[in-house]
């Protein structure tokens, strides 16, 4: 590889965000005066990514990428203030025993899986959905995943990258929250009850709330996700998660914090990201911290004492 090629490789896999949030704006323009969306749009995602997680290019760039800035680590979970004792500190233990599929022995899930992933993609049974969809959101993470969070279905920006949780509550909660447990994207895996964008009335924007309806016809992939993925603990995240993937309508007050059985899974609900972040207290925080730390615990993951303390009060 010339100077020339290994700059240009350089500026692709450092640049990736920074392109992203330069393209979701046009994108969203598109889709607007369009009321059609791009349809090249996962494809093109897609290559970018492979060429973001090749491992020899990052090995190739990593001498010359130094004077290039790269996105910033992942940050705690955001607080209004900054005592000590409140933050996550982010990862840097390499002890931890890694969840990557690259560790993992394959048992035959992993044709399975690629199956499944090509018949989500193309799945049509819901008309409205398909013909308002940008693309499906199949879901990411490790194919080993020993931990798994349920969302409830994508949102704009989802829909339009093709990935669950990459909204602002997406990154800026859930992601601390995975990194505050020393897990990386790349380890859990994170899905949705509904793999479709729901629609929203011609000329709204936002996203609206699945209909129970609409979850129990796209359920069955969910399903076939965990049973083949055979998580050893399930996180549902909000309300309208539980609903969707245990049929019954429950108030987070009531359930939050408290194991639940799917199928034999240990399911542990929280709230959604988007509720934290619109309600950002220490108290909040610590009650979704909590859920996070029991998960940990079942898991049999080593917890340390900063990580015990963070979002309690300052002694
Ligand atoms: S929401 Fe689910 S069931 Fe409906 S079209 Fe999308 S993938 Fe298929």
Known sequence: MNNRERDQVTVREVGFEEALDTVMPILRDIKKSLRRAPKATRTSLEQLTSVKATPKVTAEITPISSSVKKPAAPAPIPTRSAAPNEKPATPTSTTRASHSSKDQVDDGRLPKLEELKKNILTCTRCPNLVSSRTQVVYGVGSPFAELMFVGEAPGEEEDLRGEPFVGRSGREVL??????MEYTR??????????????????????????PAEMATCLPWLREQIALIKPKVLVTLG????????????????????????????????????YILRNQTMAEKRKVWEDMLLVMEKL????SAKQRSYFLPKA
């Open 175 to 180: 992601d601390k929250m995975i990194a505050a």
């Open 186 to 211: 790349n380890d859990i895996f994170i899905a949705n009850v509904l793999k479709c964008r729901p629609d929203m009335p011609e000329g709204e924007s936002g996203n609206r709330k699945p209909k």
């Open 239 to 274: 309300a309208t998660a539980i609903e969707g993937l245990l049929g019954e309508s429950v108030t987070m007050r009531d359930v939050r914090g408290k194991w639940l059985d799917y199928n034999g899974v240990p399911l542990m609900p929280t709230y959604h990201p988007a």
């Open 300 to 303: 049999g993951r080593p917890i």
